[in-house]
Nanobody, 119 residues
Framework: VQLQASGGGLVQAGGFLRLSCSVR????????VGWYRQAPGKQRELVAK???????DYADSVKGRFTISRDDAKNVVSLQMYNLKPEDTGVYFC??????????????WGQGTLVTVSS
């Protein structure tokens, strides 16, 4: 398993959770790191994504509340989630990808961690 996500749980609206993704791939080889989520009955959607050396994008619904970060020394990608809302409920997946010469983009997904926000 290349990615291992953790930190999900049940929290009340307005609360805080920090998700962590342990990455078993060289952090220096990564092109992008990110988090996606899938709510019940909905398609997977981007939450936050950072292009190494480039921009960081957030879903409009989480801007100002969520922050993605990475710790290369610890091989961890984190997502800090403040002021959680019931609509943030879903399974959260960590994501990384590499640009491989002659191959293109190779992506990796974690197994998902469930976040439930009660009202």
């Amino acid at each position: 398993v290349q990615l291992q996500a953790s930190g999900g749980g049940l929290v009340q609206a307005g609360g805080f959770l920090r998700l962590s993704c342990s990455v078993r791939i060289s952090m220096h080889s990564l092109n992008a790191v990110g988090w996606y989520r899938q709510a019940p009955g909905k398609q997977r959607e981007l939450v936050a994504k950072n292009i190494v050396g480039g921009s960081t994008d957030y879903a409009d619904s989480v801007k100002g509340r969520f922050t993605i970060s990475r710790d290369d020394a610890k091989n961890v990608v984190s997502l800090q989630m403040y002021n959680l809302k019931p609509e943030d409920t879903g399974v959260y997946f960590c994501y990384v990808d590499q640009k491989l010469q002659g191959i293109g983009i190779r992506d990796y997904w974690g197994q998902g961690t469930l976040v439930t926000v009660s009202s």
